[in-house]
């Protein structure tokens, strides 16, 4: 496990209203940059968390377990509340809202969570075969020739994924699944309605299975599944300054 929190601090003066932001999988800390920035505009302040293995090389990732990643969510959410704001939020990207979503559970005390295509549903049958496959085929090459066809922001993401990542979120993905109804602090899911990555009906699995008595489902129809690369995050964006307006308010 990582020795210490990494990530992007953004902390505005004066400031009432702090975030964790967490990244998605095989990724970093740069999917978070244009939240973190809407953020501070509005004078909330955020640390982007940098996940165990990851914003190094694929190597580093292999070594890792979805207990590590969850670890360096905890270690960003301590750093976070150590500011002692008067309102602490989470909000996490795919396998960051996994995270989150895991995190809620456990941290009474936060004010609320914004979900960006949450991924509790992905592989299809293809990832039953995962267990097995990692055990032949170490990694996995990936062409990302397509990110600055579809998004208008640069985004780091490994080019090779370690097929035993994969099966960690996976695994993730399943515990997640059968925590959701733990999950009641106000919840804000934000679905991109044209995601490739994970099954777009994912945002309203969410929202059907939280216990949250304050959750609601915001679907981007354009968006792909990074919405906070994607020139559709202008509209994802109106919705969370509402969400957090209304429950400070």
Same mark, same amino acid.
């Given at each position: 496990?990582?020795?210490?929190v990494?990530?992007r601090?953004?902390k505005p003066?004066?400031s !009432?209203?702090?975030f964790?932001?967490?990244h998605? /999988?095989? %990724?970093?800390?740069?999917?978070?940059?244009?939240?973190a920035d /809407?953020?501070?505009d509005?004078n909330i302040?955020s640390?982007?968390?940098?996940l165990?293995?990851h914003g190094t090389?694929?190597?580093d990732?292999a070594?890792?377990?979805?207990k590590?990643?969850?670890t360096s969510?905890k270690?960003g959410?301590?750093?976070v509340?150590?500011w002692? @704001?008067q309102?602490?939020?989470?909000?996490g990207?795919?396998?960051?809202?996994?995270?989150?979503? !895991?995190l809620?559970? !456990?941290?009474?005390?936060l %004010?609320g969570?914004?979900l960006?295509?949450p991924?509790?549903?992905?592989?299809?049958i %293809?990832?039953? /075969?995962v267990p097995?496959l990692?055990?032949?085929? @170490?990694y996995r090459e990936v062409d990302?020739?397509?990110?600055?066809e579809?998004?208008?922001?640069?985004?780091t993401?490994?080019?090779?994924e370690?097929?035993?990542?994969?099966?960690?979120l996976l695994?993730?993905?399943d515990?997640?699944?059968?925590?959701l109804?733990e999950?009641?602090?106000?919840?804000?899911?934000i679905? %991109?309605g044209?995601?490739?990555t994970?099954d777009p009906?994912?945002?309203?699995?969410?929202?059907? !299975?939280i216990?949250?008595?304050d959750?609601q489902?915001q679907?981007?129809e354009?968006a792909?599944?990074?919405i906070?690369?994607?020139?559709?995050?202008?509209d994802?964006?109106h919705h969370?300054?509402?969400f957090?307006?209304r429950?400070?308010?």
């Open positions: 496990m990582d020795a210490e990494r990530g601090t953004r003066s004066p !009432n209203i702090a964790l932001l967490i998605g /999988f095989c %990724a970093d800390i740069d999917e978070m940059v244009s939240l /809407f953020l501070y509005r302040a640390f982007s968390v940098r165990s293995g090389k694929p190597e990732l070594t890792k377990t979805w590590d990643w969850y969510a270690q959410l301590d750093f509340k150590s002692d @704001k309102y602490t939020f989470i909000s990207l795919s396998m960051g809202a996994l995270l989150s979503l !895991n809620s559970i !456990n941290e009474a005390d %004010a969570q914004i960006f295509s991924a509790v549903k992905i592989g299809g %293809a990832s039953k /075969f097995l990692k055990r032949i085929i @170490k990302l020739s397509y990110i600055p579809i998004y208008d922001l640069p985004r993401k490994y080019a090779r370690p097929l035993s990542a994969i099966h960690e695994k993730l993905a515990y997640t699944r059968q925590i109804s999950v009641h602090i106000p919840t804000l899911i679905q %991109a044209a995601d490739k994970i009906s994912s945002g309203e699995y969410v929202l059907d !299975n216990a949250s008595e959750k489902l679907v981007i354009a792909e599944h990074v906070t690369c994607h020139p559709t995050r202008k994802a964006y969370v300054e509402k957090i307006q429950i400070i308010n």
